[in-house]
């Protein structure tokens, strides 16, 4: 890669994280990151407050003194040793290739980390997201044996409170059924007694009947030998 591709990819790399306006379209890249400011907002666009803290006067050590912090963010990023430049090479002995090949590695490594993180977000989210609908489906499994295990007892205890009307209704009608057959042996009894009551009263009757008819004809007896006798 010539040293305009390399210029033009970091270009395009600070712009999307930094917004086109950043840079300075007509001054070479070099002299724009030459103070380390540039860098230090850049690498804080690629991972928030890497940097926290940085001096931004326009002394030369300065420079020197941001250019490091760049560099130490960068191994924090995972950008390999061969690939860093040394700050002297920003700052006293500008090597331009140096610093963008740095500046590529921090877009290959950072942003290969960020991609690598927000997949194992998504892997971990689309775990959780299997893992929850496993819950809901097993949640809802487990309210499906219970609803039915739920209507099951209630068709049970219908069938035995069915069961147990069914037994009282048949007592019942034993019970009625016995009472309506004692009502009517008593009611045989109450005739038989009435009628053997009246038997006896007729028999009094016909004996006294009898017993009167032959005193009158006692008495009639008695009168006629009495009369026979004067």
Same mark, same amino acid.
């Given at each position: 890669? #010539?040293?305009? &591709?390399?210029?033009?990819?970091? /270009?395009?790399?600070?712009? &999307?994280?930094?917004?086109?306006?950043?840079?300075? %379209?007509?001054?070479?890249?070099?002299?724009?990151?030459?103070d380390?400011?540039?860098?230090?907002?850049?690498?804080?666009?690629?991972?928030? &407050?890497?940097?926290?803290?940085?001096n931004?006067?326009?002394?030369?050590f300065?420079?020197?003194?941001?250019?490091?912090?760049?560099?130490?963010?960068c191994?924090?990023?995972?950008v390999?040793?061969?690939?860093?430049? #040394?700050?002297?090479?920003?700052?006293?002995?500008?090597?331009?290739?140096?610093?963008?090949?740095?500046?590529? #590695?921090?877009?290959?490594?950072?942003?290969?980390?960020? @991609?690598? =993180?927000?997949?194992?977000? %998504? +892997?971990?989210?689309?775990?959780?997201?299997?893992?929850? =609908?496993?819950?809901?489906?097993? /949640?809802?499994?487990?309210?499906? +044996?219970?609803?039915?295990? =739920?209507?099951?007892?209630?068709?049970?205890?219908?069938?035995e409170?069915?069961?147990?009307?069914?037994?009282?209704?048949? $007592?019942k009608?034993?019970?009625?059924?016995e009472?309506?057959?004692?009502k009517?042996?008593?009611?045989?009894?109450? @005739?038989? *007694? =009435? *009628?053997?009551? %009246?038997?006896?009263?007729?028999e009094? /009757?016909?004996?006294?009947? *009898?017993?009167?008819r032959?005193?009158?004809?006692?008495?009639? +007896?008695?009168? $006629?030998?009495?009369?026979?006798?004067?």
């Open positions: 890669m #010539s040293l305009i &591709d390399r210029e033009n990819a970091c /270009r395009e790399f600070i712009s &999307d994280v930094l917004g086109v306006e950043r840079l300075d %379209k007509e001054t070479p890249l070099i002299e724009q990151l030459h380390g400011i540039l860098l230090i907002e850049l690498i804080n666009g690629v991972e928030k &407050d890497i940097i926290p803290k940085y931004t006067s326009k002394f030369p300065m420079n020197i003194e941001r250019a490091y912090l760049f560099v130490k963010a191994k924090k990023l995972g390999p040793e061969y690939e860093l430049f #040394s700050p002297d090479q920003l700052c006293e002995r500008p090597n331009p290739k140096s610093v963008f090949i740095t500046i590529e #590695s921090l877009k290959r490594n950072a942003l290969g980390g960020k @991609k690598k =993180e927000e997949e194992e977000r %998504k +892997r971990k989210e689309e775990e959780e997201r299997l893992k929850k =609908e496993e819950e809901e489906r097993k /949640r809802k499994e487990e309210e499906e +044996r219970l609803k039915k295990e =739920e209507e099951e007892r209630k068709r049970k205890e219908e069938e409170r069915k069961r147990k009307e069914e037994e009282e209704r048949l $007592k009608e034993e019970e009625e059924e009472e309506e057959r004692l009517k042996e008593e009611e045989e009894e109450k @005739k038989k *007694e =009435e *009628e053997e009551r %009246k038997r006896k009263e007729e009094e /009757r016909l004996k006294k009947e *009898e017993e009167e032959k005193r009158k004809e006692e008495e009639e +007896r008695l009168k $006629k030998e009495e009369e026979k006798k004067k």
